[in-house]
């Protein structure tokens, strides 16, 4: 359709498909993706735009949080007696690499010490970056049974289901939540939590242009991290 064909009511309707089938993330990303189109169309061609009257329910995101040592024990125990599928391999890396799901595709093994993948944050054609997680005493106690191939072509959609399925009060990307606090639990310098999260360096100009952190110094940092015997049996 053209956009002049577009009216507030059509656009009112189809946000409320999604508030009716109880997906109210995605109706609220396309509220704001139609705005912005509709802003960019009214500014041009000077006409009033059909969603300046629409009206939605308001969406407040959720933040996540950590898994209790309770939840890490039960999902490690559950991928270990379930090695055969991809997602067990896949929740143990994002556990004890704080992946974004997305980053598993571009996931590699860097000498046996790092594991190493694209900033999946990076957006708009800018260059890829790349970034390195050490391999920590947490993620060796599993490491003999991780297939990192399996990780890697993992279907994302699968991955979200069985962590509904398993715990429904989480979401895939709390393993991401869980590394980086367990991280920082453990004494891991904040700074270099941010450097294996792919997060940009924050603070004065000292710490965000001229630190840089050598990799024997994150290796020492990543031994910390082992705050928890997993005691299973494979």
């Avoid at 993330?25 to 735009?49: G, Q, S």
């Avoid at 009060?169 to 294996?196: C, M, Q, Y």
């Amino acid at each position: 359709m053209k956009a002049v064909e577009i009216d507030r009511c059509m656009l009112q309707n189809f946000l409320l498909t999604y508030v009716q089938k109880g997906v109210l993330r995605t109706m609220h990303k396309l509220f704001l993706l139609l705005r912005c189109i509709f802003d960019m169309i009214a500014e041009d061609y000077n006409i009033p735009t059909p969603m300046k009257k629409v009206v939605v329910p308001n969406y407040q995101s959720k933040s996540g949080c950590a898994f209790t040592y309770e939840e890490e024990k039960k999902l490690v125990n559950h991928c270990l007696a379930h090695l055969n599928r991809d997602t067990a391999h896949a929740f143990l890396v994002l556990l004890y690499a704080g992946l974004r799901r997305s980053e598993l595709a571009s996931l590699n093994v860097i000498d046996g010490v790092w594991l190493e993948c694209e900033t999946s944050k990076e957006r708009m054609g800018r260059n890829v970056i790349k970034h390195k997680i050490p391999i920590t005493p947490m993620m060796k106690q599993v490491l003999p049974y991780i297939d990192f191939e399996k990780a890697k072509r993992v279907n994302l959609s699968t991955l979200q289901t069985t962590m509904k399925r398993l715990f429904p009060n989480h979401h895939s990307h709390e393993l991401r939540h869980t590394f980086i606090s367990r991280s920082k639990e453990s004494g891991v310098l904040s700074e270099v939590v941010s450097i294996w999260a792919g997060h940009s360096l924050s603070g004065t100009i000292t710490t965000t242009v001229y630190t840089h952190y050598s990799e024997e110094f994150q290796l020492r940092e990543a031994e910390k991290v082992n705050y928890l015997n997993l005691d299973f049996k494979p």
